[in-house]
């Protein structure tokens, strides 16, 4: 790899979070999400300012000490790098987040609006984009202009669904500035764009492409936005290259899955806190461990998983007793009703698989709500099957994740529309995950699977996953960037 870059990484969550403990000192906590983790090695081995929304109230109080500039930060490795908190009116944030970018857009690129009865894109919808998701959107590059105003030739990585409208603010007024996006989430087809008011989907799309470089998980959501950028904008797309051409300027669109970072992986499934775990696990576990481990999203299929686990129990009574799903769950985003809905209808079918079949001394399915990561790194170990049968997923990193340090020859699930399936489907028992009777058949398929084949596919797996590592992912960016940079004639 090239040697340090500077780079601001933007991105709505930020590296860390700022809390006040029981003695009234503060401390500065690991912010939560894939992303931050997967980011880490950058700001460990480059020269990077990360711009980020204040989160707790604490943030504030840092950001207003520092009168809005960055704050210093010390990475894990004892590099430092630089923290710029971007603090936002609460209303314009709630009406970003809580409206626009969750559940609205998430629900576009993961396809979970119904459309007989929803969305009504009514004057809340317009309201939220242009007093919310806008205002906030300028705020973050107000703060981008003013990073790059300091160190001009920094590189700018947005990140996510958050800030589609921020690049093309930067661009206006910075135009020769190296811009990159990553969209962690898959982009769907075209017309289920039709959803949003042509200016709302038009502004997504010509934000995004104000950048140089726009980035996704896979090559099937990198071929949708190709084909949505030509419908929704008429632009002309490159389809060898890959790249869009309009107003005099190219972006190059790559699929660039993300991984995980093994060494780190083995070192946290080696340590006291997760043994423990395991410990307690392994006691009272059965003789056959499915598990899920997902944060409350609607897009995770939580329910359809536990109704094909039903199905399952239905089909083989020779498993009562044998078998139990354990299913650890991290609340997500409760103050959007629709997620808020979505946590009490996986209760209520959590609830109606033990009312069914528990009898003593057996809890089918073992339902557990709370974000516990240690426990969550005992499960991966000790897992015989891993459902995960997202109805949509950008990558899904337990499915990488877990089968690294899994000691049990553990047989993944998977679902065809999980981008980590374009990478592992072939060593996977691919699941519609619709189909929940499909589901409950590759329950079966993966429990009565023989162990040198269970071991096969688990070994290929943890091979192609070391092989294709974060640090890959990263390299590739990089060079991603060295390429934008020769094409526009910047300096590296
Ligand atoms: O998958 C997209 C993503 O932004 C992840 O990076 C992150 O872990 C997750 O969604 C959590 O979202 P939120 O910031 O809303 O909790």
């Known amino acids: 790899m090239a040697g340090r870059r500077k780079l601001i990484v933007v991105s709505n969550r930020g590296p860390v979070v700022h809390e006040r403990d029981a003695s009234g000192e503060r401390v500065a906590r690991r912010g939560g999400g894939g992303l931050v983790t997967a980011l880490r090695s950058l700001v460990e081995e480059h020269d990077v300012t990360w711009i980020a929304s204040a989160m707790s109230a604490e943030d504030k109080v840092v950001a207003e000490e520092a009168a809005g500039e960055a704050i210093p930060e010390t990475a894990r490795n004892g590099a430092p790098y630089r923290l710029r908190f971007v603090v936002h ?32 894109v009514d004057q809340g919808l317009h309201h939220a984009w242009s007093e919310g998701y806008v205002p906030v959107n300028r705020s973050f590059a107000d703060a981008v202009v003013a990073e790059l105003e300091r160190e001009p030739e920094a590189a700018v990585f947005f990140h996510d669904y958050h800030l589609y409208v921020a690049p093309r603010l930067v661009r206006e007024r910075v135009p020769d500035a190296v811009l990159a996006h990553f969209v962690h989430v898959p982009w769907s087809m075209p017309e289920y764009w039709r959803v949003l ?105 939580v329910v ?30 409760q103050d959007i009703p629709e997620y808020a809905e979505y946590l009490g209808a996986i209760q209520r079918a959590a609830r109606t698989v033990n009312d069914r079949f528990q009898r003593e001394g057996w809890v089918p399915l073992d339902l557990q709500i709370q974000d516990n990561f240690p426990q969550a790194v005992a499960a991966y170990k000790q897992f015989d099957v891993l459902l995960v049968n997202a109805i949509f997923d950008g990558m ?62 688990l070994d290929a797996i943890v091979g192609h996953v070391r092989e294709h590592d974060i640090g890959g992912w990263i390299e590739d960016q990089l060079a991603d960037l060295d390429e934008a940079r020769a094409r526009l004639g910047a300096p590296a």
Not at 101 to 113: D, K, S, T, V
Not at 199 to 227: K, M, Q
Not at 400 to 420: C, F, I, M, Q, Y
């Open 89 to 120: 009116d609460p209303s314009e944030y709630d009406w970003y987040y809580n409206v626009v970018a969750n559940p609205m857009l998430w629900f576009i690129q993961h396809y979970l609006w119904g459309l007989v009865s929803e969305p009504d």
């Open 396 to 457: 899904n990193l337990v499915a990488k994740e877990a089968p690294l340090v899994n000691t049990r020859a553990g047989v993944l699930v998977l679902s065809e529309n999980a981008g980590a399936h374009e990478e592992l489907g072939e060593w996977a028992l691919t699941v519609n995950p619709f189909d929940v009777a499909g589901q409950a058949q590759a329950i079966h398929a993966a429990l009565t699977m023989a162990e040198d084949e269970r071991r096969r596919r």
């Open 304 to 333: 359809r998983g536990f109704r094909a686990y039903e199905i399952y129990l239905d089909a083989h009574p020779e498993m009562h007793g044998r078998v139990q799903m354990l299913a650890l769950l991290d609340p997500s985003r």
């Open 197 to 301: 008011p042509d200016p709302i989907r038009r502004a997504v799309h010509e934000g995004l492409l104000a950048n140089d470089v726009v980035s996704f998980h896979t090559r099937r959501w990198r071929r949708n936005f190709l084909r949505s950028c030509e419908d929704v904008l008429d632009v002309e797309i490159d389809w060898p290259s890959h790249s869009v051409h309009g107003d005099g300027r190219s972006v190059a669109v790559r699929a660039r899955p993300i991984s995980v970072d093994p060494a780190e992986f083995d070192e946290i499934a080696a340590s006291p806190a997760v043994e423990a775990e395991e410990a307690s696990l392994a006691a009272k576990r059965p003789e056959h461990l499915v598990l899920r481990v997902d944060r409350t999203d609607p897009s995770k299929n």
